[in-house]
């Protein structure tokens, strides 16, 4: 039985990054279940008009258990550009899948605990020196998406036509030949309880 969990997710989207604990909680526990990071672009915006309400924010702690720094709540309405990451997450995923996880962590704690646009490659340099990632040039190209980027955008296009949604974030499991659309908002306040749902879900199917 093979089982997967695909993570559909925005790097800069405020509810992917409550939903991360969630991913990193069945990484930890089930490293039998191949994860998949595949980074959506949603805010891949040249123009910046992408920008988060303070309305959002307040969902988003209300029913999850993650914090959002004075300097991130300061630029709520500036417009949100994901392209860099977007471009950076596909990479690491194929070159680097080892990393790609606790890449993804750094990048969000940049972005909403210390209020990091991550719009420009000045602002992912510290995190790539971190991480002693030798990065291509094509990845800081912030006005369009790599082929690989986009390329995967089409893959969730595709995906979300089967599930039935273009929500974000979303989980989905897939065991063999069949996929199971996992309520995230079910698991926001105690990640690990996602573990017991997936496991179910593996019995299920065993």
Known sequence: MAAELFFIYDSHCPWSYATTP????????LPEVTLNLWHCAYFSDADGENTITKQQIVQV????????????????SHGKDSTLCANLMTWAVGKTPEQALSL???????????????SEQADLEDI???????????????????????????EIYALQDIIGTQAIPALLLAI????????HNFYLQEPNAIIDAI????????
Not at 22 to 29: D, K
Not at 104 to 118: C, K, R, V
């Open 22 to 29: 969630l991913v990193n909680a069945v990484n930890q526990s």
């Open 61 to 76: 702690k209300e029913l999850s258990s993650v914090n959002f720094s004075p300097d991130y709540m300061g630029k709520l």
């Open 104 to 118: 993804l962590n750094a990048l969000q704690a940049a972005h909403f605990s210390d209020g990091n646009d991550l």
């Open 128 to 154: 790539i020196e971190e991480f002693k990632l030798s990065v291509p040039a094509k990845v800081f190209n912030k006005t369009k998406l790599t082929t690989d980027a986009a390329a995967q955008v089409h």
């Open 176 to 183: 063999d030949d069949e996929l199971i659309l996992l309520n």
């Open 199 to 206: 496991k179910l879900e593996l019995n299920n199917h065993s």
